[in-house]
C-alpha cells in the first residue's frame, strides 16, 4: 500500500469536510476520487500530500505511520498538481526543470530529464516556448510535466481536466495512463466527471459530504447505479433512463416524459446519459444535419457565466443547459421565453 487513510476527519470552521475516511492507494494503480463539489476530494488529496491534517485519524506512507518527525521527509515522496495550476511567466523548460534545480540536480542531468518527460506529454520541441503563452491543454500538460519530472512514486492530480474541452481531456488522460504504464507512477485522480472516472482509474472511491459511500473497480460501482451516482444527475445534462438498441443500430434512451435520446453508446436497460453543453447547437430555426437528436423547446433561464451563457431550456418537463458564446446569445436574439431548437450528434451523447 502506497498511501493510506484510516479513520480519518477533518472540520474547517467546525464544518465537517471529512468524516471518518478510510482508504488504501495500491502501488502502481490508478485511483479516481469521484464526487460532485464540495464533497472532499481535495481534502484528501491535501491530506495525502502531507499538506493538511486531519484532526483525527492516521495517515501511512508505504506501510510507515506519518508523525512530526517523518512528515518533511515523506512530503517529498509525493506531487501534488492543483486545479488551477499556474504555470511560471517563464519557458517551459524552465517551468519543468524548477523543481529539479531546488533539488540541486546536475545540469546534464536536467536536461535529459526535462527532454524525456516532455517527450512523454508530447511536448516535445516546447523547450523555448513561453509556457503562459501556450493553450489551456498544452499548459495543463507543463504542470503535469513539472510533476512527473520529479519522479515521485505518488502524483495527486486535482481535477485534472476540470477546465478542457473533451479533446484536450482525452490527451492528458493519456498522458496518465502512459506515465502510469511507462514510469509505474502511482496515481490519485480527484474528478467530478462520472465518464473520466469509468475510463481512466482501474479503482475509485465514490464520495458525498465527506464520506465514502462505495468503492472499488470502476465496474464494481458502476453496475449498480447507487444513490449517489444517481445524485449526479444535479451534474448538468445528467438523466438516468431505460436504454434499448435501435433498429437503425445505436441505442436510444427514454429519459421520461417521453423524451427519447440517441447516442452511439452501447448500453441496455437503467443507464445514465449525459450530454456535454457544449457540444448542443441552438437555433431558431431547425437547424440542417444528420445529427439524431432534434428537440424544440423554450429557454426558461439564461445564465451569465463571463464569455460564455448557459442557456437552460425546457424539454417536456426535463431541464437542458446549453452553454454557448455571449456573441451566439446576441445574435440569435435569444431571451428567456424564445422558442428554439437544439441539435446534437448521437455520438456526443456519453452513457453508461
Ligand atoms: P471537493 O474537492 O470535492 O470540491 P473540498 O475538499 O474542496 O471538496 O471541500 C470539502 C468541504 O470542505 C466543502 O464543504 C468545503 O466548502 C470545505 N472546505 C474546504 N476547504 C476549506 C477551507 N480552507 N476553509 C473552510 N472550508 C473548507
Known amino acids: 500500500m502506497i498511501a493510506e487513510l ?21 502501488e502502481g494503480e490508478i485511483f479516481g476520487l469521484l464526487g460532485p463539489s464540495g464533497s472532499g476530494k481535495t481534502t484528501i488529496l491535501r491530506i495525502l500530500a502531507l499538506i493538511e491534517k486531519p484532526i483525527s485519524g492516521e495517515v501511512y506512507f508505504n506501510g ?45 542531468t536536467i536536461k535529459k530529464q526535462v527532454s524525456d518527460v516532455l517527450d512523454l506529454v508530447g511536448l516535445q520541441g516546447f523547450e523555448k516556448r513561453y509556457a503562459n503563452r501556450l493553450s489551456g491543454g498544452e499548459q495543463q500538460r507543463v504542470a503535469l510535466a513539472r510533476a512527473l519530472v ?36 502511482t496515481f490519485v485522480v480527484a474528478t467530478h466527471n462520472i465518464f473520466q472516472a469509468k475510463s481512466l482509474p482501474q479503482r475509485i472511491a465514490l464520495l458525498r459530504n465527506g464520506r465514502i459511500e462505495q468503492s472499488g473497480t470502476a465496474a464494481e460501482v458502476f453496475s449498480s447505479l447507487s444513490k449517489t451516482l444517481a445524485s449526479f444527475a444535479a451534474v448538468e445534462n445528467t438523466f438516468v433512463g431505460e436504454a434499448k438498441f435501435s433498429a437503425g443500430g445505436t441505442t436510444v434512451v427514454e429519459i421520461g416524459n417521453g423524451v427519447q435520446i440517441e447516442t452511439t453508446a452501447h448500453v441496455q436497460g437503467k443507464a445514465q446519459v449525459f450530454i456535454d453543453p457544449r457540444e448542443v447547437i441552438v437555433s431558431k430555426k431547425p437547424f440542417a444535419s444528420s445529427a439524431r437528436n432534434v428537440f424544440k423547446c423554450r429557454i426558461v433561464e439564461i445564465v451569465d457565466a463571463g464569455k460564455v451563457v448557459k442557456v437552460k431550456v425546457d424539454i417536456k418537463g426535463k431541464l437542458f443547459t446549453v452553454q454557448i458564446t455571449r456573441r451566439s446569445l446576441d445574435d440569435l436574439k435569444l431571451h428567456v ?16
Open 150 to 185: 520529479l519522479r515521485t512514486k505518488l502524483v495527486l492530480l486535482d481535477e485534472p481536466t476540470a477546465n478542457l474541452d473533451p479533446r484536450n481531456a482525452a490527451v492528458i488522460e493519456n498522458v496518465i495512463d502512459k506515465a502510469n504504464h511507462e514510469l509505474g507512477t
Open 6 to 26: 484510516r479513520n480519518v476527519s477533518k472540520t474547517y470552521n467546525e464544518v465537517a469536510a471529512l468524516d471518518n475516511v478510510n482508504l488504501e492507494i495500491r
Open 337 to 352: 421565453g424564445s422558442d428554439v431548437f437544439l441539435t446534437f450528434k448521437a455520438s456526443s451523447v456519453q452513457a453508461i
Open 64 to 108: 510507515t505511520k506519518v508523525t512530526e518527525r517523518n512528515i518533511q521527509e515523506l512530503r517529498m515522496q509525493t506531487t501534488m498538481v492543483f486545479q488551477k495550476t499556474a504555470v511560471f511567466n517563464t519557458t517551459v523548460y524552465n517551468n519543468v526543470a524548477y523543481g529539479l534545480k531546488l533539488r540541486k540536480v546536475a545540469e546534464d
